[in-house]
Nanobody, 121 residues
Framework: QVQLVESGGGLVQAGGSLRLSCAAS????????MAWFRQAPGKEREFVAG???????QYADSVKGRFTVSRDNAKNTVYLQMNSLKSEDTAVYFC???????????????WGQGTQVTVSS
């Protein structure tokens, strides 16, 4: 059984930074895709960033150049470094694990409970 737990969310002013962590327990595989999604109230869940094999990364256009996704396989942890935060980044952020790296939520088998990120103006 795979369990994912996010942490690191909070309140930050626009232009500030946060680093989110996603710790995985149970059997995990370095070849699996690990992704970050976010969902704002009344909005659809959207892909933010993902990583596979520790070298292949993918980013949504809205966060490219500001966010960086990385992983530490020894710690079974995935990170999302968020810089130059904007008010539109406010959302609940979820980590997810699936067999490949895609931008479609239905392709992922395991999900964390989410962590709230709030960016004030």
């Amino acid at each position: 059984q795979v369990q994912l737990v996010e942490s690191g969310g909070g309140l930050v002013q626009a232009g500030g930074s946060l680093r989110l962590s996603c710790a995985a327990s149970g059997r995990t595989f370095s070849s699996y895709g690990m992704a970050w999604f976010r969902q704002a109230p009344g909005k659809e869940r959207e892909f933010v960033a993902g990583i596979r094999w520790s070298v292949r990364t993918q980013y949504a256009d809205s966060v490219k150049g500001r966010f960086t996704v990385s992983r530490d396989n020894a710690k079974n942890t995935v990170y999302l470094q968020m810089n130059s935060l904007k008010s539109e980044d406010t959302a609940v952020y979820f980590c997810a694990m699936g067999p490949v790296l895609t931008t479609w939520p239905n392709d992922y088998d395991y999900w964390g409970q989410g962590t709230q990120v709030t960016v004030s103006s």
